[in-house]
């Protein structure tokens, strides 16, 4: 009796020191930092992905105790994933006999994108968050001053290769003057933008703008067209300001009229970038994911946790690999079609439950237009997004002013 007594003694002690938030928070912080330093630190993505799982562990505590707050039918249904999941991964290891690394990366990224959602809600989360990434934002800046200054086709091309040569991304330019930055981390760029837009106080107006360079500087048209999408549904669900809707769309036609040719020169040249590689490339990625899972089994089970593949088409030897621009399809080549059909009813569901403020809901959907074509979507970003919305959300419904959002009430 007295063990259990001096246990529970010793928690409540920890707790009552923040000794966990402490903890939690920063291997959070550690976890980002290493996510956008990948240029510098050659297994950072690595030591993100071990700094959040720690960041997991040290919240245990607090983890367990949100489990408690649910509904009886909403614990079977949580530790009903986590076995069919462990199921799964099993099938995986002992039946098709895939790789454990990689079988196990799998089943950690179920795992805790589904715990994402019991996470501690605190909003220096989203604090710790913002700074990492307008930290990112100026590296980015930086890299495309010292770029166009030192400019010359022969220092351009040594910069590339050694980007891509060791896995950093691509820095490229078609003119000498403006420089993609196509750097790990970037994809995360416009959720603190989106988060700060309607804080109209000086310094988070210097945060947006260097948010907003780097987002510029990363040079992604998905980017562009999420960040649009963001400021329509807000002038739409929130603000609710059709008179500006009204002038918006008399403006676009005017301008449209003027500069048609221009535009459409653009558009076009746009579109015939992404019609001789991109769009056949995510063609070509579901078609070998697809024709991968050859029998009824592969359909309904998958091709098991960590699945390789060992296919080569025109566009892409595809013999051992993981990384996919689409990744949901990659996701449900892993798991089938039941397991994936639950892993996204589970990601719904608690989306609906933890994610309630429109402006949150808006955040991320607009996360949603550009990662699910593209490879930010069931992963470690998507693990940071989840943990990011559900504190900001927390923190709007309990009218908290750190963030001092005009939307609260909405």
């Known amino acids: 009796m007295k063990n259990k007594v001096n246990i529970k003694n010793i928690l409540n002690f920890i707790e009552d020191r923040k000794l966990i938030e402490e903890g939690y928070l920063l291997f959070i912080l550690i976890g980002m930092f290493f996510l956008t330093r990948q240029l510098v630190f050659p297994h950072a993505s690595t030591l993100a992905l071990v700094s959040i799982i720690t960041s997991f562990i040290a919240a245990v505590i607090p983890l367990y105790k949100n489990f408690s707050l649910f509904e009886k039918k909403e614990k079977i249904l949580f530790i009903g994933y986590y076995i069919f999941m462990t199921l799964i991964l099993a099938y995986s290891l002992f039946i098709v006999k895939n790789k454990p690394y990689y079988a196990i990366h799998t089943y950690a990224t179920c795992v805790l994108l589904i715990m994402a959602y019991i996470y501690p809600k605190n909003k220096k989360v989203v604090d710790i968050f913002i700074w990492v990434m307008v930290i990112h934002a100026l590296v980015l800046i930086f890299i495309e001053i010292y770029m166009i200054l030192n400019y010359t086709p022969e220092f351009a091309s040594r910069v590339r290769n050694y980007i891509i040569g060791n896995g950093f991304g691509d820095i490229y330019t078609r003119n000498g003057i403006y420089f993609r930055a196509i750097l790990r981390g970037n994809e995360l760029l416009l959720i603190p933008y989106m988060i700060l837009w309607r804080d109209k106080t000086v310094r988070t107006r210097i945060k947006r703008i260097i948010l907003l360079l780097g987002i510029i500087v990363s040079g992604n048209m998905a980017y562009f067209i999420s960040l649009a999408i963001f400021y329509l549904l807000n002038i739409i669900l929130i603000d609710k300001n059709y008179k500006v809707i009204k002038i918006m769309l008399v403006a676009c036609s005017v301008i449209f009229i003027i ?69 949901s399809i990659y996701f449900y080549n892993q798991l089938g079609l039941i397991g994936f059909s639950i892993f996204v009813f589970l990601h719904l569901f608690l989306t609906y439950k933890f994610i309630k403020n429109r402006f949150s809901l808006i955040i991320y959907f607009c996360y949603l237009t550009y990662a699910v074509t593209n490879p930010y979507i069931f992963n470690l970003t998507h693990l940071i997004i989840i943990l990011v919305l559900t504190s900001m959300d927390n923190s709007l419904n309990n009218k908290d002013t750190y963030i001092k959002l005009d939307c609260e009430n909405k």
């Open 259 to 327: 500069f048609n040719k221009p535009i459409i020169s653009k558009v076009h040249y746009t579109f015939q970038l992404k019609m001789e590689k991109s769009f056949p490339t995510r063609i070509d990625q579901v078609n070998v994911l697809i024709d991968d899972m050859e029998s009824v089994t592969d359909v309904i089970l998958g091709k098991g946790m960590g699945n390789t593949l060992n296919a080569v088409t025109k566009y892409r030897n595809y013999t051992g690999d993981r990384y996919f621009e689409l990744q």
